[in-house]
């Protein structure tokens, strides 16, 4: 008797498996993106699917075998005219399969990937075919006879991505701004100031979603484009895009991309969305390693790290990120890069509340993917609330557009103007006097001495304590100072930058993490361990995981 219940169980456990199996999917549609070194290619499907793609030759093609499927929907009126795709056409295989085959017009190294249903994005197949990259040929070598190999001696890799060039970004054409660049510089060879813009969001990933289908990526490429242009149009600087148009790029790679571009500082673009409509309000962010300073803060950042999900790049868990970087990111948040994050978001925030209602006025922190580089001060700039109604209707304009990208620019360039890189055009002008309509200011940070400041400008302390009307040498935390013009200015260097506290009048708090210790969080916000004891009536200087601890201003 119980072997005849076991027989049963084991008959029922294989019919539920075979129904399984045999579940049909439908492909829904088919769409197409091109990035400048690659085209992808993605099917929407109703349920995941197993797959198997094939190399052919005679004529070069890709076989993409997707077992009990079907389509639905036109191959006819894909965009492929700027793809190495030919035609994509489809059969029936096997009576139940879905057989399609691209046609190419030229050598590809494919990759191809599922997604599974995720944030509002149904289960979508992805096929990357990235550029061959074609080296230039500088001698004329004898061409030996090639037999082409047959079709039948291509090797089908069921579910199983094949093998992409080592490094895809050089495919890109010397044309777009994915590339290399050269590094503009005047007749007297200082070079300019480099600014990566970053365009939020692309392709397969819309991000946010505003009223009458306003998306963030096109408010935010809209954007990045008129900084760039702002950018270039200031003897000095020089502006380039991350994306040149509707495609998907990884959170990494986009860090990359600047760091080859040898930015001296990444802008990443956004409009960002949130649970409730009544939120508005422009903001800047910078990394955080030690949580976010704000809930909003740390729900933007949740919702932008979700975008290579959202985009694709195949196999990605978010879980562990931070300790893959632990090793570049030794405490990021005492370096320079960070600081000068800091102080270049604090410019721009204060320039943006010219046009725009702030969302909070100060800098906020927290632990976005995209602004993990360790050498290339980087911020995030979110526009405004798309999903805010009055804020949907500015950003959809093209002209508060270019206002905000001006305002972006403006904070930027003062920045800039006041920290200016050794070596570069602006620093050459202002030591020369050339910018005679700009003043430089400086804001008193933790450990800032009037001595300190003045050697750093180059200016004597006598000179500083008399153009600012100051009674004595004391300066207080958040106080700006006029700096004089010299001509034998010395322009600051990162290294010797204080670190970033926003206003003292502003309440700060710091969440104890693993790894904090009261020293250590004291030295980050700039005041004494026995400050913050007294300040938190605390008995010892023992701190638990999760406990919020208040700041003293000085």
Request: proline share 6%; hydrophobic share 40%.
């Amino acid at each position: 008797m119980v072997f005849f219940r076991w027989l049963s169980a084991i008959c029922c456990l294989g019919i539920v498996l075979f129904a399984q199996v045999a579940q049909s999917a439908t492909v829904n549609g088919v769409r197409v993106w091109r990035a400048p070194d690659h085209t992808r290619i993605v099917l929407d499907l109703d349920a995941p699917v197993q797959h198997s793609l094939t190399l052919a030759g005679n004529p070069d093609r890709i076989i993409l075998d997707v077992p009990n499927s079907k389509l639905l929907g036109d191959l006819t009126k894909l965009p492929l005219a700027d793809t190495p795709v030919l035609v994509i056409r489809s059969y029936v295989h096997n009576k139940t399969d879905l057989r399609l085959v691209l046609d190419l017009k030229s050598k590809v190294a494919p990759n191809s990937f599922s997604l599974k249903a995720h944030a509002g994005m149904h289960d979508r197949l992805v096929i990357d075919l990235y550029d061959e990259v074609i080296p230039a040929v500088t001698a004329t070598l004898p061409v030996a006879p090639t037999t082409p190999a047959p079709a039948a001696t291509n090797k089908p890799v069921a579910n199983q991505p094949v093998a992409k060039p080592a490094v895809p970004a050089t495919a890109a054409p010397a044309t777009t701004a994915a590339a290399q660049p050269v590094i503009k510089s005047d007749l007297s060879g200082k070079r300019f100031i480099v600014i990566a813009v970053d365009a939020g969001h692309g392709g397969e990933d819309p991000g946010a979603m505003g009223p009458n289908r306003l998306r963030e990526k096109e408010v935010t490429l809209s954007i990045a484009k008129e900084l760039v242009a702002a950018i270039n149009a200031q003897p000095g600087f020089t502006g380039k895009l991350t994306r040149t148009g509707d495609y998907f790029i990884p959170l990494k790679k986009r860090r990359d991309l600047a760091r080859n571009m040898k930015a001296d500082l990444f802008v990443s673009i956004h409009a960002d969305a949130f649970t409730k409509a009544s939120a508005r309000g422009a903001s800047v962010f910078a990394l955080s390693q030690n949580g976010a300073t704000s809930e909003t803060a740390r729900f933007l950042a949740q919702r932008e790290n979700e975008s290579d999900l959202i985009g694709g790049v195949g196999d990605i868990s978010l879980d562990d990120k931070d300790q893959v970087l632990a090793g570049v990111l030794v405490d990021l948040s005492m370096t320079a890069t960070l600081n000068s994050s800091l102080q270049v978001g604090h410019h721009v925030l204060n320039s943006m509340g010219g046009i725009a209602h702030l969302h909070k006025r100060h800098v906020e922190q927290a632990g976005f993917l995209v602004l993990k580089s360790p050498d290339v001060p980087s911020i995030l700039v979110e526009t405004g609330f798309i999903s805010n109604p009055q804020e949907a209707r500015k950003l959809a304009t093209l002209a508060y557009r270019k206002q905000m990208a001006q305002s972006v620019f403006k904070g930027i360039k003062q920045h800039f103007y006041q920290h200016p890189p050794s070596g570069t055009y602006v620093a050459a002008q202002l030591e020369s006097g050339a910018f005679k309509d700009f003043e430089r200011q400086h804001t008193v940070s933790p450990g800032d001495s009037l001595s300190a400041i003045a050697t750093r400008y180059g200016v004597s302390m006598q000179r500083l304590k008399q153009y600012n009307n100051l009674r004595d040498t004391n300066v207080k935390i958040g106080q700006t100072l006029k700096i004089p013009g010299s001509a034998s200015a010395i322009t600051a260097q990162p290294a010797a930058r204080p670190t970033y506290t926003p206003s003292p009048a502003l309440p700060r708090q710091h969440k104890v993490v693993a790894g904090d210790t009261l020293s250590r969080i004291a030295s980050r916000y700039g005041v004494s361990a026995s400050a913050i004891q007294r300040h938190n009536k605390m008995k010892g200087t023992t701190v638990k995981l999760g406990q919020t601890l208040k700041i003293p201003t000085s």
